[in-house]
């Protein structure tokens, strides 16, 4: 069993910046695919970035150039880094981990962190 945990959601104005943070129960997670994916209020959930195993990163066209993705192995932990915040990137932020990125959705999940962008 893998338990994530998710931080660091707030409020912000359009233009800041807010880091992400999802805390992993288990050391073997360097083993697992992570992801992040958020959901706004009546929008399905959409994939934001992930993070394969061999270190690819992916991310939505919506987010390229201003969200990166990593991870801190040492301390079991994956960020998102989001700078240049837009009233659109509001939404509850959800991290999660799997086998493969096809498995994502399917996988482990935290139980989200709410970030809120004011214009």
């Known amino acids: 069993q893998v338990q994530l945990v998710e931080s660091g959601g707030g409020s912000v104005q359009a233009g800041g910046s807010l880091r992400l943070s999802c805390a992993v129960s288990k050391s073997t997670y360097s083993r697992y695919c992570m992801g992040w994916f958020r959901q706004a209020p009546g929008k399905e959930r959409e994939g934001v970035a992930s993070l394969d195993t061999d270190g690819t990163t992916r991310y939505a066209d919506s987010v390229k150039g201003r969200f990166t993705i990593s991870k801190d192995t040492a301390k079991n932990t994956l960020y998102l880094q989001m700078n240049s915040l837009k009233p659109e990137d509001t939404a509850m932020y959800y991290c999660?981990?799997?086998?493969?990125?096809?498995?994502?959705?399917?996988?482990?999940w935290g139980q989200g962190t709410q970030v809120t962008v004011s214009s």
């Open positions: 999660a981990a799997a086998k493969s990125r096809w498995l994502l959705l399917s996988g482990y």
